[in-house]
């Protein structure tokens, strides 16, 4: 018969040897996983719904996408147990707002795991068919000699499509009036009726009305050309060198989510988004596949971090 510190022991060590294993991540998961993410409709939204219901195949449990308000799902999983079954799908807005706001209550470096870079959308700049200039060098000119004529439209503060129009203005040192709206769509619809001469909106956005001739491409803002945009120029290589603006969709996990298990959401991702099916209809949707490993989005994070926070500071951009 076991002596009872004998017993004791092995007992203590059986429950070490548990919980050694589900924090390796070996019997991960073992109930549903839920990608939190913001309200139903948006590019966020698709994705999450995209890589759902094949990442659940891959795992062998439920995956649900369940659709709250930005910041109520950046704070739900911020305060989420770090155990891999409450997962963040976010924009750029989860790194910005700090810079763009005075009461955000979360840290990305601080509050999150970051799992993967999934997705990246450049946004294109474009102009009424109208405005004499059919490159961003004759643009740039045009905007220097009717220094305040000029406006571009915009979504909401904090857009993509506000934060590349800002960058052109601060890099090509020139002086056009932006006009803001709640929402890409009447920011398009702005300059299509004339109202605005330019436009950075995404590519999804822009596509339809390219195709169209409703607007003209100048030029891609991402930094190198992109298969969403097949012909068109960069603006860095068309008149505006070390010029970078796209959009990003991330996936993380609340912070100290036990490494082996942030390595396996990371390699089930990855292998969902490189799915012809997947990324067919990303793309579609106006959204080039990255599938980065965890490191590689904490530095792209990072980079945009120090460019856009400069920018947003520089300019003084704020939300409510």
Do not use: C
């Amino acid at each position: 018969m076991l002596q009872p510190r004998i017993a004791v022991g092995i007992f203590a060590i059986g429950l070490m040897v548990l919980g050694a294993g589900s924090a390796s991540g070996q019997n991960y998961p073992t109930k549903p996983v839920r990608i939190v993410t913001t309200v139903t409709g948006g590019s966020q939204d698709l994705t999450a719904r995209l890589i759902a219901p094949k990442l659940a195949e891959r795992l062998g449990q439920q995956v649900i996408v369940d659709n709250r308000g930005g910041i109520i799902s950046m704070e739900l999983v911020a305060k989420a147990p770090a155990d891999g079954y409450t997962l963040l799908l976010a924009s750029a807005s989860l790194w910005t707002s700090q810079f763009l706001r005075d009461d955000v209550p979360w840290d990305v470096m601080r509050n999150y795991s970051p799992i993967a870079l999934l997705v990246t959308s450049p946004n294109i700049l474009v102009v009424h068919p109208s405005l004499p200039v059919r490159s961003v060098k004759a643009l740039i000119a045009l905007a220097k000699a009717k220094a305040g004529e000029l406006n571009y439209s915009s979504g909401q503060s904090g857009a993509s499509s506000h934060i590349a129009g800002e960058l052109f203005k601060a890099m090509a040192s020139v002086n056009i009036v932006r006009v803001a709206y709640k929402g890409q769509g009447p920011a398009m619809l702005s300059l299509i009726t004339g109202e605005a001469q330019l436009s950075f909106p995404n590519a999804a956005s822009a596509t339809p009305f390219m195709k169209s001739g409703k607007v003209r491409a100048l030029a891609v803002t991402s930094a190198q050309p992109s298969a969403l945009a097949p012909g068109l120029p960069t603006v860095a290589a068309s008149g505006l060198p070390g010029y970078e603006s796209k959009a990003m969709l991330g996936m993380f996990a609340p912070a100290r989510t036990p490494a082996p298990i942030i390595d396996r959401l990371n390699l089930e991702i990855g292998r969902v988004l490189n799915s012809a099916d997947v990324k067919q209809r990303l793309f579609d949707s106006g959204a080039e596949v990255v599938a980065s490993s965890a490191a590689e989005l904490t530095a792209a994070i990072k980079s945009e971090m120090a460019t856009t926070g400069k920018l947003i500071k520089d300019v003084g951009i704020r939300t409510r």
